[in-house]
């Protein structure tokens, strides 16, 4: 359920602007659709860059994505 998925993400995001040091990583998995440029752009605002990651072992097919954020900035 990506909508759900979305949200989890969302709030994950909220947590670690709340709690993460300066210069700290955050690591999200979500799937890609239509919202995925929107929730990286809320990431860029909060870190100096932004990692998209589709590891080898994902299959091809699959939408799942992982967006790192490092470099955390207070």
């Not at 210069?23 to 440029?37: D, I, P």
Request: glycine share 6%.
């Amino acid at each position: 359920d990506q909508a759900r998925s979305l949200h989890l993400c969302e709030l994950a995001l909220d947590v670690a602007i709340r709690f993460l040091r300066p210069k700290g990583a955050f690591v999200v998995k979500l799937f890609h659709s239509g919202e995925f440029n929107s929730y990286r752009d809320q990431m860029k605002a909060h870190f100096d860059k932004i990692d998209v990651v589709k590891p080898k072992a994902t299959r091809q097919i699959s939408k799942e994505i992982f967006l790192v954020g490092l470099g955390f900035k207070r």
